[in-house]
Nanobody
């Protein structure tokens, strides 16, 4: 199993930046992939960014060029650097880990972008 703990959410003005962190309870080198999803009120949970075990990344079109996913093996942590934030980025952001082809989720962290 994998426990995931997110941090770094908060309130920011449009155009600002935030960095989310997701600490895993086991070595992230064992994980098939890690990702960030987000869910706005009344909407489905959508993929924001993913990074695989070999470092391949992919992003939702809406965040390309603004968000960057990265990982630190020494800290067993994945980050989401969010720049040029927009009000439409407001959502609860969830960390996801794929381990032995099972999905694990964090508790979520709120990101609110004011206009």
């Amino acid at each position: 199993q994998v426990q995931l703990v997110e941090s770094g959410g908060g309130l920011v003005q449009a155009g600002g930046s935030l960095r989310l962190s997701c600490a895993a309870s086991r070595s992230i080198a064992e994980l098939n992939a890690m990702a960030w999803y987000r869910q706005a009120p009344g909407k489905q949970r959508d993929l924001v960014a993913r990074i695989t075990s070999v470092g391949t990344t992919n992003y939702a079109d809406s965040v390309k060029g603004r968000f960057t996913i990265s990982k630190d093996h020494a800290k067993n942590t994945v980050y989401l650097q969010m720049n040029s934030l927009k009000p439409e980025d407001t959502a609860v952001y969830y960390c996801n880990a794929l381990f032995r082809w099972l999905n694990y989720w964090g508790q979520g962290t709120q990101v609110t972008v004011s206009s």
